[in-house]
Nanobody, 127 residues
Framework: QVQLVESGGGLVQAGGSLRLSCAASGRAISQYAMGWFRQAPGKDREFVTSIARSSSTYYRDSVKGRFTISRDDAKNTVYLQMNSLKPEDTAVYYC?????????????????????WGQGTQVTVSS
């Protein structure tokens, strides 16, 4: 199985940028579709973005145009570039890996399709 470790979180002012990394070990991420999820205080964990093995991507509407997911299979790492951050982006961000093959762009927006999860990294956006 694969182990996932997120990094790159922190405190940033509104309008700023952060890049999160998800480093994998144990298995090559080329075998997985990868996703980012987030959980704000008092709220359920929600989908942010995903990237399939083919590198096709899918985003929740509120982050389109601001966030970019990418994968570097050679480095066994997935990234989340977050620009124009807003206070409502404040959350713990989780990286996840899915073994299943989806048949639609939205398939990987469901948490139930993911098999492995990281511990999360805190992102705080101040106003």
């Amino acid at each position: 199985q694969v182990q996932l470790v997120e990094s790159g979180g922190g405190l940033v002012q509104a309008g700023g940028s952060l890049r999160l990394s998800c480093a994998a070990s144990g298995r090559a991420i080329s075998q997985y579709a990868m996703g980012w999820f987030r959980q704000a205080p008092g709220k359920d964990r929600e989908f942010v973005t995903s990237i399939a093995r083919s590198s096709s991507t899918y985003y929740r509407d509120s982050v389109k145009g601001r966030f970019t997911i990418s994968r570097d299979d050679a480095k066994n790492t997935v990234y989340l570039q977050m620009n124009s951050l807003k206070p409502e982006d404040t959350a713990v961000y989780y990286c996840a890996a899915a073994t299943a093959f989806g048949f639609s762009a939205s398939y990987y927006s469901s948490q139930t399709h993911y098999n492995f999860w990281g511990q999360g990294t805190q992102v705080t956006v101040s106003s």
